[in-house]
């Protein structure tokens, strides 16, 4: 059965309660937290409402909404605005002795009313959506959050955002992250992943590069609250609890896979794989290391490198010894600038998947 909007503006509203979350980490989740720091992450809250201003499509058969034409979908803090938005619902499994709660759907223009749920045995019952598709100058955004691309699709069992297309772009108040074939965020995991010309840009000045980065986030400490006096608090505003369930996370790791490119206003570190740790400034890198500080260049075969305070230490090994050009009186080194960029010859291997073994 197909249901078709006629109006120009369509709005509908799915109940979109997504399974159980699977458990992201070895240590549990705390649960002290009623509001937690999600994020991009449409797997909690509420209903999603889907609008679109060129009309929209309940194929109740294939179990979608197809909306069209400045489409929005809303769940919490979280919004997505595409060309069209596919919304992939399915039955919700109703606890035993819980009321069914029909999908409820409406097309409007005016006040015309249009696509109420038959009532047939599979259209009775709450419904959830499992998957959302985005297509089309895609938008993804929290009140501290953005995410861009062509196309986009969301997995509400993982909490998995996966983008693809041109010009793909993560932004936090910390941190930029770009890459050239496509992005994966995992809500939930705290992990995200680019791939092809992957880099992050930090809002400290510093940048890693490399053809595969996966970073780990960690949710932003809620500043200090006040002790509640015995009078009755102010009631918060929906604004401000908006953007405290939409808390951002800050990246507590970076690795790099494949020519790894390390920046600061005065180096550059050049490698086959490494780690960085911002809050700390440290880096542990790996395979043809190459420093560069001016006209000054050091070479190794790994390397531990402090960016805050400058120093590294070089690592050899039996078949490889550390080399390093000093270039006296190097007025760029002194001036804090950064050097020329050398070709890159070494042969980077193979770059692996968010699960692979760390360096």
């Known amino acids: 059965m197909i249901v078709k909007s006629i109006g120009l503006a369509a709005t509908l509203l799915l109940v979109a309660g997504a399974a159980p979350a699977q458990a992201p980490a070895p240590t549990p989740t705390p649960s002290q937290d009623s509001t937690p720091s999600q994020g991009i992450d449409l797997s909690h809250g509420g209903p999603i409402t889907v609008t679109a201003r060129d009309g929209m499509d309940w194929l109740q058969n294939e179990q979608e909404v197809v909306a069209r034409g400045d489409a929005r979908a809303v769940r919490g803090t979280v919004t997505v605005t595409a060309d069209t938005l596919i919304a992939h619902y399915r039955k919700k499994k109703t606890p035993a002795g819980t009321a069914a709660t029909p999908v409820a759907a409406e097309a409007s223009s005016g006040s015309a009313q249009v696509g109420a749920p038959a009532p047939a045995a599979d259209d009775t019952g709450s419904n959830e959506i499992y998957r959302l598709e985005a297509i089309g100058h895609v938008h993804i955004f929290t009140p501290s959050d953005n995410a861009w691309g062509d196309k986009a699709v969301y997995d509400m069992d993982q909490a998995v955002l996966v983008l693809t297309g041109k010009h793909l772009k993560l932004t936090t ?3 930029v992250i770009t890459a050239r074939d496509d992005m994966e965020y995992w809500s939930q995991k705290h992990l995200s992943v680019a791939r092809g010309n992957a880099v992050v840009v930090t809002n400290d000045g510093k940048r890693i590069a490399a053809d595969t980065l996966v970073a780990y986030d960690e949710p932003t400490p809620p500043s200090a609250q006040p002790a509640q006096s015995p009078a009755p608090a102010a009631k918060s505003s929906p604004q401000s609890e908006d953007e405290a369930a939409a808390a ?18 005065t180096e550059t570190i050049y490698a086959d794989r490494g780690v960085y740790l911002p809050d700390r400034g440290l880096a542990r890198v790996v395979g043809h290391v190459r420093i560069t500080r001016g006209q000054n260049q050091v070479n190794g075969v790994a390397a531990d490198v402090n960016l805050n305070t400058g120093i590294s230490t070089l690592l050899s090994s039996k078949d490889a010894r550390v080399q390093g050009l000093i270039m006296p009186n190097d007025a760029s080194a002194a001036a804090g600038q950064p050097s020329n960029n050398p070709t890159r010859t070494s042969k980077p291997g193979p770059a692996p998947s968010a699960g692979q073994k760390k360096p």
């Open 248 to 265: 951002t996370h800050r990246i507590k790791r970076v690795e790099g896979y494949g020519n790894l490119d390390i920046r600061t206003a």
């Open 173 to 175: 108040p910390q941190d």
